[in-house]
């Protein structure tokens, strides 16, 4: 809720600062409000008045970078964020690790016969009782997407299913072809 509501505030600001611009200004309903296209923020006699001061300078630089480190690290967060880091193997002592099981996922789809190339990421915690797997695979040039599909079920998704019981395991499989890289061959399914 809080990140939609962030979301709504900056696209309402960025539509404010853009209704002062002309082009904008011109396509805007007749009702709408408008931000004066001779506002200024800041005049160059404040402007001048601040950078007479010693510190404002490098608290606006300061600023601006922490601004960009908390903005990466967020990032960073967002594209870890739902990473299965480990899986609880029956006890809680007993763990595997989330990488190593999505490598021996990978190798096990690479292996299927009319596949090229496979990345699997794991998706989901420890706690919850939801296992996902994304599988990108891309076809060698003999490779039949059903084919490939069935034995990925069968084969790779099958370790995984084993692995996580009794949590159910959900995976998205996305088929490329390496002879048409334009567009993607889709599917999903839910393996219990």
């Given at each position: 809720?809080?990140?939609?509501?962030?979301?709504?505030?900056?696209?309402g600001a960025g539509a404010a600062l853009a209704s002062a611009t002309e082009p904008v200004r011109g396509r805007l309903p007749a009702g709408w409000p408008r931000l004066p296209a001779d506002r200024v923020w800041l005049d160059e006699d404040a402007l001048g008045r601040w950078r007479d001061r010693g510190w404002w300078t490098p608290l606006v630089i300061a600023a601006l970078c922490l601004g960009v480190l908390l903005f990466l690290w967020w990032a960073a967060?967002?594209?870890?964020?739902g990473r299965l880091r480990e899986l609880a193997l029956g006890r809680a002592d007993v763990?595997?690790?989330?990488?190593a099981l999505a490598s021996a996922v990978a190798e096990r789809?690479?292996?299927?016969?009319?596949?090229?190339?496979a990345r699997v990421v794991l998706l989901g915690r420890s706690a919850r009782l939801?296992?996902?797997v994304r599988v990108t695979v891309t076809?060698?040039?003999?490779?039949v997407p059903g084919a490939v599909l069935g034995a990925l079920a069968r084969e790779?998704?099958?370790e995984v299913r084993g692995v996580a019981a009794p949590r159910g395991v959900e995976a998205e499989v996305r088929v490329a072809s390496s002879r048409s890289r334009r567009g993607w061959l889709s599917g999903r399914g839910r393996v219990r």
């Amino acid at each position: 809720m809080g990140h939609a509501v962030l979301a709504a505030a900056l696209v309402g600001a960025g539509a404010a600062l853009a209704s002062a611009t002309e082009p904008v200004r011109g396509r805007l309903p007749a009702g709408w409000p408008r931000l004066p296209a001779d506002r200024v923020w800041l005049d160059e006699d404040a402007l001048g008045r601040w950078r007479d001061r010693g510190w404002w300078t490098p608290l606006v630089i300061a600023a601006l970078c922490l601004g960009v480190l908390l903005f990466l690290w967020w990032a960073a967060g967002r594209l870890r964020a739902g990473r299965l880091r480990e899986l609880a193997l029956g006890r809680a002592d007993v763990t595997l690790s989330g990488a190593a099981l999505a490598s021996a996922v990978a190798e096990r789809a690479r292996a299927v016969r009319g596949v090229a190339d496979a990345r699997v990421v794991l998706l989901g915690r420890s706690a919850r009782l939801r296992v996902r797997v994304r599988v990108t695979v891309t076809l060698a040039s003999d490779g039949v997407p059903g084919a490939v599909l069935g034995a990925l079920a069968r084969e790779a998704l099958a370790e995984v299913r084993g692995v996580a019981a009794p949590r159910g395991v959900e995976a998205e499989v996305r088929v490329a072809s390496s002879r048409s890289r334009r567009g993607w061959l889709s599917g999903r399914g839910r393996v219990r």
